[in-house]
């Protein structure tokens, strides 16, 4: 794959010459907290930050998006007609995002455009997007990418790898895409055959860095109602406050709720992201709940990632080490524990 060397010098100045092509969103601090934003005039990613608190998947997968409009006057013709409302899907480019939450992509890909049924929003958005990934020389503590299928400089997902050396930005270009994305740039694409080794050997030096790890090669061998009817699951979901925190900082989290949301006489129906950590997330119109207690979420959660989603895609786990749940949620429930659980169960 060809590499060039892009000058930092020459990043600011490139990245504006992008912009009159691509929206742009990169990491910007926000109220002392980093997230992925559409980056307005004279705005640069920071690519020092380790990792972010919230993915970027709003940016393929808004946190709540309108579908739909509708009126109930009875006096418009078009009364009760359910009308799709305009989206933007002209060409993107994400800036700096974290190879662990590029790979999260195509795990939730498996969800949204699957043989049997397909997302439009999510396809289309997903399409119109570049991922020019950042690889991590540094990584945090609580990351485990290389034991979740991932690693720190994991290309799978990513159309473009920067990395980091001394004044220069190390980009390989992964795709087609990747290489449109910096033809429009006006970098010199000139190949720097030396710089492919130089990356391998940052990648090795930064890979036996992550020390965090999960087990998870028993986990498609073990029965189904074994796990779930062990008798750890108590004790793990002890503490939890069905916070929904672990769902929602996730990459590879899905789930959504759609709702219909009426004044007056007009309406929007909105598709919002759901978390299998809330009572309501089940509430069945009978007043039945399938899962009414916390224990019974909290296993939930942990069954899909590692269990359900292993045994119908037999792709690995539904996760890609970001340690993000670890680090966020506030009882300290850690994942690395529960797979190590689950990995290990016998009956
Ligand atoms: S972040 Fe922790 S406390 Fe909150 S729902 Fe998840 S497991 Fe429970
Ligand atoms: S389950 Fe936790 S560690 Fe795995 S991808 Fe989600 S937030 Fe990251």
Redesign the pocket.
């Known amino acids: 794959m060809k590499v060039i060397k892009i000058d930092k010098k020459d990043w600011a100045k490139g990245l504006e010459r992008l912009s009159k092509t691509f929206q742009l969103f990169g990491p910007i601090e926000q109220d002392a907290f980093f997230v992925f934003k559409a980056m307005e005039d004279g705005d640069l990613p920071d690519l020092d930050v380790q990792n972010t608190r919230l993915s970027p998947r709003s940016i393929i997968y808004p946190q709540s998006e309108k579908m739909f409009e509708y009126t109930l006057d009875e006096n418009q013709e078009d009364h009760h007609v359910l009308k799709e409302i305009d989206k933007d899907y002209s060409s993107r480019a994400i800036i700096g995002i974290r190879p662990?939450d590029a790979k999260?992509f195509l795990l939730v890909k498996r969800n949204f455009d699957a043989p049997e049924y397909k997302d439009p929003y999510w396809i289309k958005s997903y399409e119109a997007t570049t991922l020019v990934g950042h690889a991590c020389n540094v990584p945090c503590s609580s990351c485990?990418c290389t034991t979740?299928d991932c690693g720190p400089f994991h290309e799978e997902g990513l159309d473009i790898l920067l990395v980091d050396v001394d004044d220069t930005y190390l980009a390989k270009i992964i795709t087609e895409k990747g290489e449109r994305l910096l033809a429009a740039a006006g970098w010199d694409t000139k190949a720097d055959t030396a710089s492919n080794d130089r990356i391998e050997n940052m990648k090795e030096a930064t890979e036996v860095k992550i020390t965090s790890r999960v087990s998870t090669d028993q986990l498609k061998d073990k029965s189904t109602t074994d796990l779930f009817e062990a008798s750890f699951w108590e004790d793990v979901a002890f503490a939890c406050i069905n916070c929904g925190t672990?769902t929602y900082?996730?990459?590879?989290?899905w789930c959504f709720d759609i709702q219909d949301e009426t004044h007056g006489l007009s309406g929007i129906r909105m598709r919002n992201w759901d978390s299998c950590m809330y009572p309501l997330f089940t509430f069945h119109g009978s007043g039945h709940n399938p899962r009414d207690t916390k224990t019974q979420r909290v296993r939930q959660r942990f069954m899909h990632?590692l269990k359900y989603y292993v045994d119908k895609y037999d792709n690995g786990i539904q996760?890609?080490?970001?340690?993000?749940?670890?680090r966020f949620c506030p009882v300290n429930i850690d994942?690395r524990r529960v797979c190590d659980l689950m990995n290990s169960f016998e009956l």
């Open positions: 662990c999260a485990f979740a672990c900082v996730c990459p590879t989290c990632k996760c890609v080490g970001c340690g993000r749940c670890v994942i």
